[in-house]
């Protein structure tokens, strides 16, 4: 894993980078780790002068990111406040392409955007190059950006990052690579030719549930520009508590990643073989889909994985209720596995399977991941009174 070249720092191995990138300049008696700037103003003469415009403890975070991930980095105080920054660049009314299947939350903003006429919205099998293609060309009428993750959220679709951005450069379109579920440690969009990468820096990178927080990065100084002008202007600024957190759960990343994706790979291999399960989606089996393309623009399968249950929707809902070490809840990226059946959520994409269980494999014993997944895949019973939840994430 060689890391890439960014503004501030090099290494020659990403979880090199991971350990070392942020680090404060070495200085007799001087610290190792940042420092917590808790401050929201700092004294006049100097460019900035105020928190919303810069903190030394968020200013490491930046450069760890940017470090593994190519380019500048901007952190924000969630994913979907990283993603609104972009979302305020897209030009008035000019199209926009994404993917089918796509974080709820980004879902429904994009579609928001475009009931309101501020974008038209082009849904896309992102598996689908020729599709891809003529979603971006648009008959003339070509996109102004594209936005896509893959693999995608829930379904775990592979998209070719490298053909998209081809065709996306080719009709004058910025490509967003959303690489939450994968890393910078397993997926380089900006290597492959994406202009920006966007991560909910909550899950992975962070990977200890604790924190809210949304990173962009991106090798085009005119696009970090605007980013950060979006950033200051909308307020969306971490603390420098939550962001000394992050840098504390990146330095674990590639160690963190390697396991996880070790038991994710263990786990789908299970589950493809047991009688109570309809299909597997994972990048690591054979048989998915697009298989060689995630081979080839990635280091490995990743820690996500998601399944459909042979049943219905209580049946999965069955499943969630019944694991016992495993834990039923939204979100990923942890050092605990997390399991939830996605169509729980009223704003879920409905052709996502109503019977479908999206999987965070966290970094707990395999076969302890696996002897809970399998009773509670063999369980019985009623299913227990539950809220309907009335949001979706």
Request: hydrophobic letters at 40%.
């Amino acid at each position: 894993m060689s890391a890439p070249k960014n503004g501030h720092e090099s290494f020659k191995n990403l979880d090199t980078a991971a350990v070392q990138a942020g680090r404060p300049p070495v200085t007799p008696d001087g610290p190792i780790n940042p420092p917590i700037v808790l401050s929201s103003t700092m004294h006049a003469g100097g460019p900035y002068g105020y928190m919303r415009d810069w903190n030394a403890t968020l200013d490491s975070l930046e450069q760890a990111i940017g470090a593994l991930e190519g380019g500048r980095c901007t952190v924000f105080s969630s994913g979907m406040a990283a993603a609104n920054a972009i979302f305020d660049l897209f030009p008035q009314g000019k199209p926009v392409v994404a993917s089918q299947y796509s974080y709820t939350g980004v879902a429904m903003r994009l579609k928001e955007l475009h009931d309101l006429g501020r974008i038209e919205l082009r849904l896309v099998d992102v598996t689908d190059d020729v599709a891809v293609k003529a979603a971006i060309a648009g008959d003339g009428n070509p996109a102004s950006w594209v936005w896509i993750e893959t693999p995608t959220n829930p379904m775990m679709e592979i998209c070719d990052i490298e053909a998209t951005a081809t065709v996306a450069r080719h009709y004058g379109a910025y490509l967003a690579v959303d690489n939450t579920f994968m890393t910078p440690i397993r997926q380089r969009p900006l290597e492959l030719g994406a202009h920006l990468v966007m991560h909910s820096a909550t899950k992975g990178l962070a990977g200890h549930s604790d924190l809210l927080m949304g990173a962009l990065v991106t090798a085009d100084e005119e696009l970090a520009q605007k980013i950060i002008g979006r950033r200051v202007l909308l307020g969306a600024v971490p603390s420098a508590f939550d962001s000394y957190l992050a840098l504390r759960g990146i330095r674990t990343l590639a160690i963190r990643v390697d396991r996880a994706e070790s038991n994710a790979q263990f786990i789908a291999e299970k589950l493809a073989g047991h009688s109570k399960v309809r299909a597997v989606h994972y990048p690591g089996l054979g048989g998915h889909k697009n298989a060689d393309i995630a081979k080839r623009q990635s280091d490995g399968p990743g820690f996500m994985l998601a399944f459909e249950v042979d049943g219905d929707a209580e049946a999965a809902e069955l499943v969630c209720q019944s694991v016992e070490l495993i834990t039923y809840a939204t979100s990923l990226g942890g050092v605990e596995t997390l399991m939830e059946r996605r169509r729980r959520w009223p704003k879920e994409n409905s052709a996502v399977p109503e019977n479908l269980i999206r999987v965070s494999v966290g970094i707990e014993n395999a076969n302890d991941i696996w002897a809970d997944l399998d009773q509670a895949l063999n369980a019985t019973g009623e299913i227990a009174n539950q809220t309907q939840p009335k949001m979706g994430y």
